[in-house]
């Protein structure tokens, strides 16, 4: 089975990067439920102020499908789209190469 990686662009106020940092750390933690999850990981822009971005690694398709289904995720993911000044940009693809990563 092929690993799938999933980038996501999240758009927020500026003025809010505290609680947005803080909600990002709260799906991290809440990632720790999902069996399949290898790598969640949350950036934050050095050009754009107000700009995250999610880097996630699934080891399938299922793992995937399953995403943010459990209810810690569900409470975490909640928190974060209340700080979302537009819904997030999110780009499914499938890993070739990597340094680090087991694929």
């Known amino acids: 089975m092929a ?9 927020t ?5 505290d609680e947005v ?17 290898e ?3 949350a950036h934050k822009d050095s050009a754009e102020d107000g700009v995250y971005w999610f880097f ?10 399953v995403h943010g289904q ?9 928190a974060l ?7 997030p940009t999110i780009n499914i693809a499938s890993p070739v190469a990597a340094k680090g990563i087991n694929l």
């Open 21 to 37: 940092e803080a909600a990002l750390k709260e799906t991290c933690t809440a990632a720790a439920e999902e069996a399949g999850l």
């Open 81 to 87: 789209g209340a700080l979302l000044t537009a819904p």
């Open 39 to 41: 790598i969640y990981s």
């Open 13 to 17: 106020n500026p003025e809010q990067s």
């Open 56 to 65: 996630e690694m699934y080891e399938n398709d299922a793992a995937l499908g």
């Open 70 to 78: 459990g209810d810690g995720m569900k409470a975490a993911m909640a």
């Open 3 to 11: 690993k799938v990686s999933l980038i996501a662009k999240l758009q």
